[in-house]
């Protein structure tokens, strides 16, 4: 199958070139990495990130820093695992997909391979078009990956799964079957947790309770992840894919975890009584 963007035109642009100078613009804003990614290193092991998905006008220059490490640190054919929740409803509770995505930059491939193999060893995963075909979680970290492309840093394919059930158990046995599959095909990947952080809360109040989660992230304790948002009613929409992406890393020998940069959407509105979070995190 081949599936067309949906927020093409809301949350980036859908032009190439008004889409490469918005993506410039994330790297080199203040709230940005302030420098353009460039070929530094080559890959030796397995990449985290956590990546926020909102209109990139808010949190584009927070992605970027993701993005910008992940720059730092592959070379050559790399699959991305990029892990979403399912804010439409439809579908399968936890699903991937195969075929190709359209993106301004151009095609975005499937590995069916990894897909197939995925769907075949993990019980609670379906193979279904649906769950991806209004999703944008997934969707708008693929123009930054494309971009590294474009600058000739690697080549990607990528793998979507989407995440609608979101209990402990479930991200754990999703995040058991990416690491075991990743051994068995010896890919070279990054994994990509699509997550927001609290939703529409004061910026204090947010940012305090974001804070419980990024130390949780920060000391690799998936179980405390799914505890405290929980426990303190923490309105982050992608704790799932965090989780199972935490195990997956965590079972392929992941040790350290970093906040790179955290910032609110009021630092862009300037209203400050009603913020979503935004963090990029890299764990390796």
Not at 58 to 68: F, L
Not at 100 to 115: R, V
Not at 232 to 245: D, L, Q, W
């Amino acid at each position: 199958m081949t599936r067309n963007p949906v927020v093409a035109g809301m949350f980036y642009p859908a032009e190439y070139h008004e889409l490469l100078e918005m993506i410039e613009y994330c790297y080199l804003n203040p709230r940005g990495p302030k420098e353009l990614p460039s070929k530094r290193g080559k890959y030796t092991k397995p990449l985290g990130i956590v990546s926020p998905h909102a209109g990139y006008i808010y949190s584009g220059p927070v992605a970027a820093h993701g993005y910008k490490k992940i720059s730092e640190n592959i070379s050559g054919e790399i699959t991305a695992i990029i892990i979403g929740p399912n804010h439409t409803g439809l579908g399968s509770g936890i699903a991937t997909m195969k075929g190709t995505w359209k993106t301004p930059f151009g095609d975005m491939e499937i590995d069916n391979e990894f897909a197939d193999r995925l769907w075949k060893e993990c019980d609670i995963l379906d193979m279904d078009e649906n769950s991806h075909l209004r999703e944008h979680s997934i969707e708008v970290q693929l123009p930054f990956l494309k971009h590294l492309e474009e600058l000739n840093i690697a080549k990607f394919k990528f793998v979507p799964i989407s995440m609608m059930m979101q209990d402990y158990e479930s991200c754990i046995d999703v995040g058991y079957v990416i690491a075991k599959v990743v051994r068995e095909l010896s890919r070279k990947i990054v994994i990509i947790a699509s997550t927001d952080f609290s939703h529409y809360e004061p910026q204090e109040q947010a940012s305090k309770k974001d804070a419980v989660v990024i130390k949780d992230i920060l000391e690799l304790n998936d179980e405390e992840i799914f505890t405290d948002v929980v426990t303190h009613n923490i309105s982050m929409c992608g704790y799932g894919p965090v989780i199972a992406m935490v195990k997956a890393m965590k079972d392929l020998g992941a040790r350290t975890s970093y906040l790179l940069y955290y910032s609110t959407s009021g630092e862009v509105t300037k209203d400050y009584s009603e913020v979503v979070g935004y963090a990029s995190m890299l764990i390796k």
